[in-house]
């Protein structure tokens, strides 16, 4: 991703943190303005050395559209804490923590950026239900998503 222009925050988003039986995960949270969720929410995973920042872009864009939509900080990424066992940091570990907080969030579609599609993917909501789910280099180009 590029480096983002501001980290101030857009209209609509809100730091925030999501607790999960996995331990808590920074997120910022962006909702319509109009405050009515029309649309399923979507979760936005940061690419290995991102942050949750790396989207600040297209949040508030994404939320225009009548959903909720959380970008998060992985473990160990920025405003979330690390773990000390290395084994925390394997594919299906941070997997184990995307599904955690998809169960938390409710969050229906996914969009992962990188690394993060990759860890993503196998825990996408797509694969239990009809919701798209998008891996993609550039986050803005996943369909389904933008009204």
Not at 23 to 46: I, Y
């Given at each position: 991703?590029?480096?983002?222009?501001?980290?101030?925050?857009?209209?609509?988003?809100?730091?925030?943190?999501?607790?999960?039986?996995?331990?808590?995960?920074?997120?910022?949270?962006?909702?319509?303005?109009?405050?009515?969720?029309?649309?399923?929410?979507?979760?936005?995973?940061?690419?290995?050395t991102g942050s949750k920042e790396d989207f600040?872009?297209?949040?508030?864009?994404l939320a225009d559209g009548s959903r909720q939509v959380v970008a998060i900080?992985?473990?160990?990424?920025?405003?979330?804490?690390?773990?000390?066992?290395?084994?925390?940091?394997?594919?299906?570990?941070?997997?184990?923590?995307?599904?955690?907080?998809?169960?938390?969030?409710?969050?229906?579609?996914?969009?992962?950026?990188?690394?993060?599609?990759?860890?993503?993917?196998?825990?996408?909501?797509?694969?239990?239900?009809?919701?798209?789910?998008?891996?993609?280099?550039?986050?803005?180009?996943?369909?389904?998503?933008?009204?």
């Amino acid at each position: 991703m590029s480096t983002p222009t501001s980290l101030d925050l857009p209209d609509g988003v809100r730091r925030t943190t999501i607790h999960t039986g996995r331990g808590p995960f920074a997120a910022l949270e962006a909702t319509p303005a109009s405050g009515v969720c029309e649309r399923e929410a979507a979760l936005l995973v940061p690419g290995y050395t991102g942050s949750k920042e790396d989207f600040l872009a297209i949040l508030d864009l994404l939320a225009d559209g009548s959903r909720q939509v959380v970008a998060i900080d992985m473990r160990g990424q920025f405003e979330t804490r690390g773990a000390d066992d290395p084994d925390a940091y394997s594919a299906s570990a941070l997997g184990a923590d995307i599904a955690a907080i998809i169960h938390a969030t409710g969050a229906r579609h996914l969009v992962g950026h990188s690394y993060g599609g990759l860890i993503a993917r196998p825990y996408s909501p797509a694969r239990t239900s009809p919701a798209p789910a998008t891996s993609a280099p550039d986050p803005v180009a996943a369909s389904g998503l933008l009204p």
